[in-house]
């Protein structure tokens, strides 16, 4: 006859993909209620300044690689369904094919590379926050500047356009990467390291 309380090694087992998925959803909503402040538009430009590039960031600095991936492609699926999600109560699947698109599938890729650098480290101190976070944003640049630029079929408009949105990012990078440092002081155990299983 089999004991019919499970052993303390299986409860922890089968609350870990809980645990995981749990923190997904709250950085993808976390994601959503960033875009309930409203987007500034440069003059001439259809992408708004928005303060939702903030949630890809933190949801790498603070979940890691797998799951802040993940969030962010559970927050973008969420959009193309139909859902207000974005900045300024937009959603559905042609937010991908504007201007605004490349940063969008972006933040995607721009949560994956903040882990893997948050998660390199032993401990991740302030200026490795700051480092994951500036190359967040230059992997989201990456995607988002050649998208706008065939949008526009004009690379230069398309590059100096984005320089607008340089100054409010830098400024992001710093709020982000304060915030994340704090949180892992509090949770220091929150992002895998390199090598676990987590």
Known sequence: MTDPVQ?????????????????????????????????????????????????????????????????????????????PLLSGGRGGIGQFFGQSGGFLVGWVFSALVVGLIVSAVRRPTL??????????????????????????????????????FVPGDLAKVVLVSLVAAAVLRAFPNTVPRKGSRR
Do not use: C, H, K
Not at 14 to 37: E, H, K, M, N, Y
Not at 57 to 75: I, Q, T
Not at 143 to 162: H, K, N, Q, T, Y
């Open 127 to 164: 200026p490795v926050l700051l480092l994951a976070n500036l190359a967040g944003v230059a992997v989201d640049y990456l995607f988002g500047v050649p998208f706008m630029a065939w949008i526009l079929e004009d690379v230069r408009s398309a590059v100096i356009l984005s320089l607008g």
């Open 7 to 83: 052993s303390p090694e299986r409860n922890s087992g089968s609350a870990q993909p809980a645990a995981d998925l749990a923190r997904i959803v709250v950085f993808a909503a976390f994601t959503a209620v960033l875009g309930t402040f409203p987007g500034i538009y440069l003059a001439g430009a259809a992408v708004p300044i928005v303060l939702q590039n903030m949630g890809p960031l933190l949801a790498g600095s603070v979940l890691g690689a797998r799951r802040g991936a993940a969030s962010m492609l559970l927050f973008l699926a969420l959009v193309a369904l139909g859902l």
